[in-house]
């Protein structure tokens, strides 16, 4: 996955991971000032995250920080 200079040019569509739960899901909307994700999860619920509370996960579910 390509780096970002900040979070507010993830693409939407973009794979997460809720580190709290380890839900996965993906972005469908971006909020700014400050910037919060709404994810969307697989079950079809959906659910405001700030960027602290993420983790950006490449197509092989691999966290950036990992790279």
């Not at 996955?1 to 979070?7: A, H, L, P, R, S």
């Not at 910037?35 to 969307?40: A, L, P, Q, S, Y």
């Not at 950006?56 to 990992?66: A, I, R, S, V, Y």
Request: charged residues 30%; glycine residues 6%; aromatic residues 10%.
């Amino acid at each position: 996955m390509n780096k970002y200079f900040n979070m507010n040019e993830v693409p939407i569509g973009s794979k997460i991971k809720v580190k709290e739960s380890n839900l996965v899901g993906h972005i469908v909307e971006i909020f700014h000032f400050p910037t919060t994700f709404k994810i969307e999860f697989k079950d079809g619920s959906s659910r405001v995250y700030k960027t602290n509370e993420i983790e950006l996960l490449d197509d092989l579910g691999k966290t950036e920080e990992n790279e």
